[in-house]
């Protein structure tokens, strides 16, 4: 089915532990997003990519890698995860100048 | 950077009545999105502003976009329970394709 798919929908890890987010999308959208919600702030951008290989920094980039080696695939990697990152992560996609597109989330604990 | 303001952060409407969301910029708005997520789900799209002036209708939802460019309201008419969620306006700062989004309002309807 076309769509945008984010997994696992659920993750809990521990602090300094390495977790990978992973999203897929299959409408070869150009661009990919990664937001994080939280209660309070809202979403806020954490990186984004224009076409594979270009990636770009979002409003809160630290503590977090992404790659994008395919178009179909963006993954956020935490390289070691910290309880600050605890939060709902949301991965979207679109075409240029278009509506973003949204998956349904990974909610994330770190304890 | 673009900030957006959403007013009320929360509302309890009875059904059948209606209400008035508004989001309000700092600076002009390059296109403005409008999105309603329900609880553990993602953001779904309703509808893309970006003309000074324009207004779109979508079953009982209204976007409006006012002339100058920096303030747009929600209006959903007879509300129903299954208006109820959060609404988030987003916005683009300038050319740019990623998103910034106001806080939220949180939408519930009583029966």
């Known amino acids: 089915d076309a769509g945008i798919t984010q997994s696992p929908r659920y993750k809990i890890t521990e602090t300094g532990r390495q977790v990978t987010l992973m999203c897929h999308q299959t409408w070869s959208h150009s661009y990919m997003f990664w937001y994080r919600q939280d209660l309070g702030h809202g979403l806020r951008l954490i990186y984004y990519?224009?076409?594979?290989?270009?990636?770009d920094k979002g409003e809160v980039p630290d503590g977090y890698v992404v790659s994008r080696s395919k178009t179909e695939n963006f993954p956020l990697t935490l390289e070691s995860a910290t309880r600050s990152q605890t939060s709902v992560y949301f991965c979207?996609?679109?075409?240029?100048?278009?509506?973003?597109?949204f998956g349904n989330g990974t909610r994330l604990t770190v304890t | 950077s673009q900030e957006l303001e959403q007013s009320p952060q929360s509302l309890i409407v009875q059904e059948g009545k209606n209400l008035t969301i508004n989001c309000t910029s700092s600076?002009?708005?390059?296109?403005l999105y409008w999105y309603k997520q329900k609880y553990g789900e993602g953001l779904i799209f309703l509808m893309m502003?970006?003309?000074?002036?324009e207004e779109k209708s979508h079953e009982k939802i209204t976007a409006k976009l006012d002339e100058k460019k920096q303030q747009s309201s929600l209006h959903i008419t007879a509300s129903q329970p299954s208006h109820a969620g959060i609404y988030l306006c987003?916005?683009?700062?300038?050319?740019?394709?990623?998103?910034?989004f106001g806080t939220g309002t949180r939408l519930q309807v009583t029966l």
């Open positions: 990519s224009a076409a594979a290989d270009i990636t």
């Open positions: 987003g916005a683009r700062p300038g050319t740019a394709s990623k998103l910034t």
């Open positions: 979207a996609s679109s075409a240029a100048g278009s509506p973003l597109h």
């Open positions: 502003l970006q003309k000074g002036g």
């Open positions: 600076k002009t708005l390059y296109g």
